[in-house]
């Protein structure tokens, strides 16, 4: 099983072009995701986060540039003609979208656009709109509704729906709880749980807050300006986070369930870089409170480190003991 | 040499903003290919009409310049463009027209955009009452057929040029009122209006002073495109009969090919050039317009 | 699509005819202010004739009597006689208006068919060849009054070839009933209908475009493709549906356009419809014809924003749909 990833990508570039010329977005990231693993992808947003969830099933635009290899269950993504590619996408993979809101198509009944879904990929496997609909706790009636007509917790309980209608291996949340309120998010976290355990699925979980990969992730991945800078076990990582940006992010945010945290928060102070003018070297240097000289020129590779060796860390003090976990 | 002698009155800043803006527009319309073609076409009908009396004497319109030629006769080396039905070179009047139709067209434009944008500045500022009578009053004249309208109102008012053209300014305000309405709604959620208001000045020197300038651009780019509408409706009107045979436009001139039998007799010398010069404008003021709003209005870009 | 928001969209068409009813009489009695001088010249008429004149055209009294009386006569349908034919107008109107239905129906449902297509086509593939061919084109066709497609048409289609008549109705002397006449009908409607679709063609085509271009960045064209349907499913379900929604009352609006289009065309191909009837009527100045045609024009456009409004509330379901 760890032989045989669900999803596999190695050495992934994304470029987009503008107007002003290349932006790199994703610049050579490495991931794997197990049977039944969930690994979640943390960082600000345009650190490259949603870019990779895009290029997974090649949703970019269409002079976006993807180079490396992306393997979902053994076959090469990037390499597929558009026929193939159409029969992966949702079937192999399908992704709940940030925000319900501009998701679903505002002039299509929700049943009818769940059922689209299911026709396109119908198999020996497939479900009816009703079972969906019930797995995640809406009644037979929102099938004939719009999704106007419904709330923001209820439209995301339909993209999730949506998403497992078709009996995928991999499902891609990309931040699956933003934009709703405190106790539909929770709601929303427990379902995906639930669901993920029920069926045994592979999930990659998006999100700019990294309180919520607290007890749903079995590792954790996180990414600044088009990198990987820090990967590791969730427990691990969320306790003790290596990188200085892991734990400018950790801070930044209460650790549900340590009252301790809430009463102190850090706001990491200035903005992501801008993908067009990366700074040298390490390019979080500009940010960072425990830069040395070298950080300027240095990019140092994410590599592993001495004390854990499920651990790996982009940086010089990777290894530094005065760092290490408190 | 004294400080004061450096400083630059406000009203100089003024005017050095403006004249960058300016430049920053024609550097841009520079490279906006379909937008510059239109205006170099532009540039070019505005010589002949500016150049019409050089070309051809103004009395060849008279019906009597035609009695010694030949009616619909073919082109010729002396009549470049053929004559028409009553022996006047068509060349002649084609250059003539081109003042008619593009004095119409622009006079008309005037009427429409100093109606329209009084509308959409007051009903966007001026909330209330007023506000919303002006707004229905909009709302209906977006609704009334605009070309029956004019031709009502051009056989009540009489047929000259000028009534053509305030007739026409009159029936096509209404789009423009709509879109600087809501400009000016966009501008005051800004909050640079409120300030004003804020600090005590009145609706006037406000809507003159902030609201205005916020809106020009906007104007001024829907006034390059109220033009070719303007044009192809005096063209509509002569052609229904409007207008002064001897003094024709572009549209009269179609008429009278039309009314002549220049089609049936396969006298295309006479019916192909004005319609070539209609679609000519129309199309180089469409794209002049296009690139101007694409300028001013950056989300347009590309479209 | 409730009963609230239809009854709102039909009283408001309702208010609107009245405005237009009040405005015709404001058009034709106040900014006019000697309507009796248009009636081939004054000098002819003798007093006692000019006492008649008055009476039928319902010009004696204050401007509020003869408001009354207005008001009256409209709401019976009376428009009085024509000065030219001194037939009553609705006689005129009515015998008329099968004609220009005809034409005009025709016309935009195929302009609208088309110009859907091509503005839904060049939109979803902006940048590409149809798009650059097809917007050059519309913009020409944009550029070109309408009458002078008719011209050309004439010129070199009906004038070379002899495939189709040059105008009227029907062929003189033609068989009026059966079959054979239908065919000559719609041998006659070719050119007319060719030319009103034309015209109007490039607005419409333009207007979509617009529409198509504004929803291409929605995120939920990117669900469809995460879904893996195939690009036209894509366009043809999501796309489409949405970008029809802004062009439709825009559609609408244009609409009054095409009523001056087949006023012209219809004047080109002396096809005796409404729009012939009001360039006769320009030429001999007949006050009371223009009056009523005034008014049918704009009833027909505020009928045809009326259905516009009923289409976009049957497409869009967060019209008034109460849960």
Known sequence: ?326 | ?303 | MNFLYVTKKLLSAFLTLIAVVIFNFFLFRVVDRDPLAKYRGRSKLSIAQREIMIERLGLNGSKWQQFITYIKSTARLDFGRSFDSTRPVLREISDRLPATLLLVGISTILTILIGVYIGARAGWQRGSRFDRVSTSATMVLYATPEFFFGMLLLAFIAGRTGWFPTGGLRDVGADTSGFASILDRAHHLVLPSLTLTLGYLGSYSLIMRTSMLETLGEDYLTTARAKGLRDRDVMMRHAVPNALLPSVSFIAISFGFVIGGAITTETVFSYPGLGLATADAIRNTDLPMLQALFLVASSAVIIFNLLADLTYGLLDPRIGRAK
């Open chain 2, 1 to 303: 040499m004294s400080i004061e002698a450096v400083q630059v009155s406000p009203r100089q800043m003024t005017w050095l903003r403006r004249r960058r803006a300016l430049l920053r527009v024609w550097r841009e319309l520079r490279h906006d290919r379909s937008g510059f073609t239109g205006l170099l076409l532009l540039v070019f009908f505005g010589v002949v009409a500016a150049a019409a009396p050089l070309i051809a004497d103004r009395s060849e319109l008279l019906a009597a310049a035609g009695r010694n030629n030949p009616d619909l006769a073919a082109p010729s080396a002396k009549f470049l463009l053929g004559t028409d039905d009553i022996g006047r070179s068509v060349l002649s009047q084609l250059v003539w027209g081109s003042r008619v139709s593009l004095f119409i067209g622009l006079l008309a434009t005037v009427v429409a955009v100093v109606i329209g944008s009084t509308v959409g500045l007051i009903s966007g500022y001026v909330k209330g009452r007023v506000g919303s009578l002006l707004l229905a009053i909009d709302d209906f004249f977006l609704v009334v057929p605009f070309l029956p309208l004019a031709i009502v109102l051009a056989v009540i008012l009489g047929r000259s040029p000028v009534t053509l053209a305030l007739v026409i300014g009159f029936t096509s305000w209404a789009g423009s009122a709509r879109l600087v309405r809501a400009q000016v709604l966009s501008l005051s959620e800004r909050g640079y209006v409120e300030r004003a208001r804020a600090l005590g000045a009145n609706s006037r020197h406000v809507i003159l002073r902030h609201v205005l300038p916020g809106v020009a651009p906007l104007i001024i780019a829907n006034a390059t495109l109220i033009v070719p509408g303007a044009i192809l409706t005096e063209s509509t009107l002569s052609f229904l009969g409007f207008g002064d045979r001897l003094s024709p436009s572009w549209g009269k001139l179609l008429d009278g090919a039309q009314s002549s039998g220049s089609i049936t007799l396969n006298a295309w010398w006479y019916y192909l050039p004005p319609g070539i010069c209609i679609i000519t404008v129309v199309l180089a003021f469409t794209l002049f317009g296009r690139a101007l709003e694409r300028i001013f209005d950056p989300r347009l870009a590309g479209r």
């Open chain 1, 1 to 326: 099983m760890i032989d045989s990833p669900v999803l596999k990508v190695r050495d992934l570039y994304v470029t987009y072009q503008s107007s002003f010329g290349p932006v790199p977005a994703v610049r050579g990231v490495d991931l794997d995701i197990a049977l039944g693993e969930t690994l979640g992808l943390a960082g600000e947003s345009g650190c490259g986060k949603s870019t990779l969830a895009m290029a997974l099933l090649r949703l970019v635009p269409p002079a976006t540039q993807i180079s490396g290899s992306i393997l979902l269950d053994g076959q090469s993504v990037l390499t597929m003609k558009p026929g193939q590619l159409r029969l992966v996408r949702w079937a192999q993979a399908s992704i709940v979208f940030q925000g319900a809101q501009h998701v679903l198509n505002p002039v299509q009944r929700i049943g009818s656009q769940i059922d689209e879904a299911i026709q396109l990929h119908h198999g020996s496997t497939s479900s009816t709109v009703r079972e969906m609909l019930a797995l995640v706790g809406l009644s037979d009636g929102c099938a004939d509704d719009y999704p106007h007509e419904l709330s923001g917790g209820q439209k995301q309980r339909v993209m999730i729906a949506m998403a497992l209608s078709c009996n995928p291996l991999l499902i891609i949340a990309d931040e699956p709880t933003t934009a709703l309120d405190v106790m539909v998010q929770a709601q929303i976290l427990q379902l995906l749980d639930n669901i993920k355990r029920e069926r045994g699925l592979s999930m990659l979980f998006i999100t700019h807050d990294l309180s919520v990969l607290s007890h749903n992730t079995d590792r954790v991945a996180v990414m600044y300006a088009g990198r990987i800078v820090e990967v590791g076990p969730a427990e691990e990582l969320l306790r003790g986070s290596i990188h200085p940006y892991s734990r400018a992010l950790a801070e930044s945010f209460p650790i549900i369930g340590d009252p301790k945290s809430r009463h102190q928060p850090k706001g990491l102070a200035g903005d992501p870089p801008d993908p067009n003018s990366l700074p040298s070297g390490c390019p979080f240097h500009p940010r960072c409170n425990v830069a040395i000289d070298s950080c300027k020129s240095i990019d140092i590779k994410l590599s592993a480190v001495t004390k854990s060796i499920d651990r790996q860390v982009a940086c010089v003090h990777a290894n530094d003991e005065s760092r290490s976990v408190k």
